[in-house]
């Protein structure tokens, strides 16, 4: 069974600033997948970055990029330069490469706020 | 850009009721997925569905929950007697063959009262 924990239920920042969300999560599995999804206002889930547990290089997407520990069990998002639009729920999730296995679990998200 | 496509966005029941939720997945896509999110908690994973039938449930999805592909397009979810605690935002996802990312769709919020 895998789990994902979020310690931080909310974080807030200046815009342009670079803010960091912080996941960590336990994995039996030897291979799995990482996430970073979005839910603006709006609720709809939006993929932000992804990365694979055998890729030592960590993941990057323009202004979002992933800091993955492997041994330490632990996959934070970093947001450069912050805009107002990036004010979201953010939810880490992993899941097993398997077939048959293949569900996301979530953790229990962080809402950012970005303060113009 | 093809989109996952749920329909419809809002649907109030009375409990007892049946409802279907719809879901147009991304065309070439062949793993379907349904979760649920009640409001201010996480979502969870309700079911996987792969070559017409179910690769995997959680113990969320019982009795009353089932899913179908009723043609080359839809996925639905059908819940047979609503109950208050089946409040919650649905939304259904899908992903390619062989592909790790799953794609959501806008979801559907559900009011049973």
């Known amino acids: 069974a895998q789990t994902v924990t979020q310690s931080q239920p909310e974080m807030s920042v200046q815009e342009a600033e670079t803010v960091t969300l912080s996941c960590t999560y336990d994995?039996?599995?030897?291979?799995?997948?990482l996430f970073w999804y979005k839910q603006p206002p709006s609720r709809q889930m939006i993929l932000v970055i992804r990365q694979e547990a055998y890729k030592q290089q960590n993941a990057t997407e323009n202004r979002f990029s992933v800091n993955f520990q492997k041994a330490a069990k632990s996959f934070s998002l970093k947001i450069s330069d912050s805009q107002l639009g990036d004010t979201a729920m953010y939810f880490c999730a992993s899941r097993a490469p398997d077939f048959g296995n293949e569900k996301l679990t979530f953790g229990t998200g962080t809402r950012l706020t970005i303060i113009p | 850009e093809p989109e996952v496509t749920q329909t419809p966005s809002h649907q109030v029941t009375q409990m007892g009721q049946e409802v279907i939720l719809r879901c147009v997945p991304i065309s070439n896509h062949l793993y379907f997925y349904w979760y649920r999110q009640i409001l201010g908690q996480k979502v969870e994973f309700l079911v996987s569905?792969?070559?017409?039938?179910?690769?995997?449930k959680s113990e969320i999805f019982d009795d009353q929950f089932s899913v179908e592909r009723p043609d080359g397009s839809n996925f639905t979810l059908k819940i047979r007697s609503t109950k208050l605690e089946d409040s919650a935002m649905y939304f259904c996802?899908?992903?390619?063959?062989?592909?790790?990312?799953?794609?959501f769709g806008p979801g559907t919020r559900l009011l049973v009262l």
């Open positions: 569905f792969y070559n017409n039938e179910i690769s995997e």
């Open positions: 994995t039996s599995e030897s291979n799995y997948y």
């Open positions: 996802a899908s992903s390619e063959p062989g592909g790790e990312t799953q794609y």
